[in-house]
Each structure stands twice: as structure tokens, then as C-alpha cells.
């Protein structure tokens, strides 16, 4: 079962950036992430690599966990590169405006905004409401958990604002806060595994990401709990894996290569000194599928 209803379109209701940039020198656009593993970023980068080699022009990546010379790392690709985007937590603020003191366009990703940069991202929040009031009316779960770790991430913070809002608006008290978790599916597997082994599992786990929830589905399938009939599981990102599991993960859509395809374009219109929006904000859609307890998988 998919909800119909989009969370969010395509705007650009923060006006328009008349960028003043250098011309192209380096044939070549960057992109900066956190933590590059995994497949929302395999997903982004596909996005983010077909404009730009369309364009053609090369790609560098940097991924910045655990760097300890992170700064000469990001400031070196800012050498470079014409342009880089530079994807929720990756950077400190300041560390991204002095990249853009040497002369380099950005755009920012999935965090939130610095400054006037453009930046290209979903609504986090509104959909998460939308998935846990469903889960707590049309279901009748009263015992919800968020898994998933809120530090340095801003994505993240507004799903588990949204999961506490929901409970708010249906007349029940929040947890004190979510299980954190690093975002990953073996660290979604360990978790649960944790939870289980200590007495401890909710009715329902609603995961700050796909992996999560796949971690989480394969430790029930470990210690032979049924789901959803015991333990309900919802994810969000609809990554490829989602609909190949059993049962489907009922999840949150966002558009990953599409986001990192806006992102390129955004680079690309500032280096050729045309407006860019400001604000580009991508749709989302629930999806309702059986790891929640909907019939059917679809």
C-alpha cells in the first residue's frame, strides 16, 4: 500500500542566487561526504556523476570519517574544483566558507543552510510524522522506539522530531529520546540484537535509515521473531533493497539520485554565472508495505 499523498514538491521559495564566481579552470566538480559507504551514497553519487560527466567534466570525492587532516584535505579539493557539494555533516560551517574563499561554488546537501549557499534537500520531519501517526492509528502500536543516533545530523534529528510530534499529536508520551545507533546495518543487527537479548524490544522499531531497518530485520530473523507480527519495522530512504526482503520494508522515499543530479546542476548554472534557487526542496512519498503490518507488499 503507498500513500498517495507527497510529502513536500520541487521549490525554490528562498528566491534566487545571482552567483559571482570564477569561470571554469579545473574540469572537475567535488563532493564531500561524512561517511561515503553505503547505499544511499553509491545512490547520490550516481545523481551527482551523470550531470557532471554530461557536462563533461571529472569527479572527486572525499569522504571525511576518521581524517584527522581533514581540513587540508577539504581545502586541497577546493583547489581542485569548480564546484562542490558537501552532503549534512561532513564540514563545519566555517571549513565550508573558507572552501568557498577560494573561489569554489557550493551547494549543500541534506543539512541545514550556512550563510546564502543553495542548498537541496527534503522534508525530513513532515513525512516521519505522517509514518509514525500511522503506525500508532491505523495499527494500534503503543510501544514505538526511533533507532538511530541524532548527532551531527540533521536529516536524522528531524525524523526523531517528527516520531516525537506524532506522539504528541495522538495523545501519548515520547521516549525520552532515541536509541543511538551508528547508521549502518551491521550496527542496526548488533542493536537489535542487543534490545532482544536484554528483554528490552519495543513493538515497533521505526529506523533512521534503510540499513538500520534491514540490520534490524535480519537479527529478528536470527532469534526467529516473526515480523510484523511480533515486531514491526519501518525505514526510510527506500533504497533498492527495501522491496527485496521479506516482508517489504515499508519506508520513506526520497529521491537519493535525483537529489545528487539537482545538487550538479546547481554547481554547474552557478559556474556559467546564471541565478540558481536558493532552496530546492525534493518530494517524498510513504510507503506502506508489510514489515508495518499492511497487507500486501506493495
Known amino acids: ?19 559571482a564566481v570564477a569561470p571554469r579552470r579545473h574540469g572537475a566538480l567535488g563532493m564531500i561526504f561524512g561517511d561515503a559507504g553505503g547505499p544511499f551514497f553509491s545512490e547520490l553519487i550516481t545523481g551527482f556523476e551523470s550531470e557532471t ?84 492509528t491505523d495499527h494500534g502500536y503503543r510501544s514505538l522506539q526511533f533507532l ?18 506524532a506522539h504528541r499529536q495522538c495523545g501519548l508520551e515520547p521516549p525520552a529520546g532515541p536509541i543511538h545507533v551508528l547508521i549502518g546495518q551491521a550496527e542496526g543487527l548488533h542493536r537489535t540484537d542487543e534490545l532482544i537479548r536484554q528483554g528490552e524490544l519495543p513493538r515497533v522499531l521505526v529506523c533512521a535509515n534503510d540499513q538500520l531497518a534491514l540490520g534490524a530485520l535480519s537479527a529478528a530473523r536470527i532469534h526467529g521473531i516473526r515480523v510484523p507480527e511480533e515486531l514491526a519495522i519501518t525505514g526510510w530512504d527506500n533504497i533498492r533493497m527495501s522491496d527485496l526482503v521479506s516482508p517489504m520494508l515499508t519506508t520513506i522515499h526520497q529521491p537519493i539520485e535525483e537529489l545528487g543530479a539537482v545538487a550538479a546542476r546547481s554547481l554547474l548554472a552557478q559556474i556559467a554565472g546564471k541565478p540558481v534557487a536558493q532552496e530546492t526542496l525534493l518530494p517524498t512519498t510513504n510507503i506502506y508495505r508489510g514489515s508495518c503490518g499492511c497487507h500486501g507488499n506493495a
Not at 569554489?104 to 541545514?112: P, T
Open 148 to 165: 538511530g543516533s541524532t548527532t551531527g545530523s540533521p536529516d536524522v534529528t528531524e525524523r526523531w522530531e517528527g516520531f516525537r510530534e
Open 53 to 136: 560527466l554530461n557536462a563533461r567534466l571529472g569527479v572527486l570525492i572525499l569522504g571525511t570519517h576518521r581524517l584527522s587532516n581533514l581540513n587540508d584535505l577539504a581545502l586541497d579539493l577546493a583547489d581542485r574544483v569548480d564546484g562542490v557539494g558537501i552532503v549534512a555533516g561532513a564540514l563545519s560551517d566555517d571549513l565550508v566558507r573558507q572552501i568557498a574563499a577560494h573561489g569554489v561554488s557550493i551547494v549543500l546537501l541534506s543539512r541545514e543552510p550556512v550563510d546564502a549557499f543553495p542548498t537541496v534537500h527534503v522534508d525530513n520531519f513532515a513525512p516521519t510524522l505522517a509514518l509514525t501517526r500511522h503506525l500508532i
Open 1 to 19: 500500500m503507498t500513500d498517495g499523498d507527497v510529502q513536500g514538491t520541487i521549490v525554490a521559495d528562498a528566491g534566487e542566487i545571482a552567483p
